[in-house]
């Protein structure tokens, strides 16, 4: 593991591996760099990668009182520590951070957006589902919290959830179910203002699950329509976490974009 200092002070750490340009991985809400684990024999093998763990779990540190823009910090610095443009690939809440950090750095050469969660109408969430994890939390339960996240929010089906508690980084995510109720909060209250990116240039892919709820198509659209150099890539039959369910083609959509090389400039 190696580590950055943040904005505000907070060490920031990350696994690095492979070899060749560097990748930036963010993953989302209850994981740690770990989640990408089964993904790194395949990423190493064109890319130095740079798994972070987002603040609050893992090799990283956290801060008194939360708020969502020091990790956009986090991500510039890591970005800006690295000495040439890196690729950037943001999941989820991770996705949110990785596309708000284009305004905060200029050394991001393309980015992969997986579903951010931003809010295009009403609450992102059902009524009441902050306040039954935080009772879950309060006594203890914080397996129980990672299950009803998966349930209620991320609406992921009976079998996708057994599939991700077998695997070894379950453990994990229970240690970072204190970080789930904060970041349910704050990203509810998020405004995602498209003015503000008329002017990032990177080029961006966004991948949407085929099978995923309306929230998650309808953020999609937003910052497609918003982004200048932007595409959208469905992944027919998933939802919310293919890079589980269906390693090889979230691998192909990933690979085919980053490698591809870049449009000439006019």
């Given at each position: 593991m190696?580590?950055?200092?943040?904005k505000?002070?907070?060490?920031?750490?990350?696994?690095?591996s492979?070899?060749?340009?560097?990748?930036?991985?963010v993953?989302?809400?209850?994981?740690?760099?770990?989640?990408?684990?089964?993904?790194l024999?395949q990423?190493?093998?064109?890319?130095?990668?740079?798994a972070?763990?987002r603040?609050?779990?893992?090799?990283?540190g956290?801060?008194?009182?939360y708020?969502?823009?020091?990790?956009?910090?986090?991500?510039?610095?890591?970005?800006?520590?690295?000495?040439?443009?890196a690729?950037?690939?943001g999941?989820?809440?991770?996705?949110v951070?990785?596309l708000e950090?284009?305004?905060?750095?200029?050394?991001?050469?393309?980015?992969?957006?997986y579903?951010?969660?931003?809010?295009?109408?009403?609450s992102?969430y059902?009524p009441g589902?902050?306040?039954?994890l935080?009772?879950?939390?309060?006594?203890?339960?914080?397996?129980?919290?990672?299950?009803?996240?998966?349930?209620?929010?991320v609406?992921?089906?009976e079998?996708?959830?057994r599939?991700?508690?077998?695997?070894?980084?379950?453990?994990?995510r229970v240690?970072a179910?204190?970080?789930?109720?904060?970041?349910?909060?704050?990203?509810?209250?998020y405004?995602f203002?498209?003015a503000?990116?008329?002017?990032?240039?990177?080029p961006?892919?966004?991948?949407l699950?085929g099978?995923?709820?309306?929230l998650?198509?309808?953020?999609v659209?937003?910052?497609?329509?918003?982004?200048p150099?932007?595409?959208?890539?469905?992944?027919?039959?998933?939802?919310?976490?293919?890079m589980?369910?269906a390693?090889?083609?979230?691998?192909?959509?990933?690979l085919?974009?980053?490698l591809e090389?870049?449009?000439?400039?006019?």
């Open positions: 190696h580590t950055v200092i943040s505000d002070g907070t060490t920031i750490a990350f696994a690095r492979g070899k060749g340009s560097p990748l930036i991985l993953h989302g809400t209850t994981a740690d760099h770990t989640r990408w684990n089964p993904l024999p990423l190493e093998a064109h890319f130095t990668v740079y972070i763990d603040r609050g779990r893992g090799g990283s956290d801060a008194p009182g708020a969502i823009e020091r990790e956009f910090d986090d991500l510039a610095a890591v970005a800006d520590a690295i000495g040439e443009a690729l950037l690939l999941h989820s809440y991770g996705a951070c990785a950090a284009l305004l905060r750095t200029s050394n991001i050469r393309k980015v992969v957006l579903e951010p969660p931003i809010r295009t109408t009403g992102l059902p589902t902050i306040e039954r935080q009772a879950l939390l309060d006594v203890g339960d914080r397996d129980g919290v990672v299950s009803t996240f998966f349930r209620e929010v609406r992921a089906p079998e996708e959830l599939m991700l508690r077998s695997l070894p980084n379950w453990g994990a240690a179910a204190h970080t789930i109720p904060r970041e349910m909060r704050i990203n509810d209250e405004r203002e498209p503000r990116f008329s002017a990032v240039r990177v961006t892919l966004l991948l699950g099978s995923s709820p309306p998650f198509k309808d953020a659209e937003a910052v497609h329509a918003a982004l150099v932007a595409r959208v890539a469905a992944l027919p039959g998933q939802q919310h976490t293919a589980n369910t390693p090889e083609l979230f691998l192909r959509e990933v085919d974009f980053f090389p870049a449009a000439p400039k006019r």
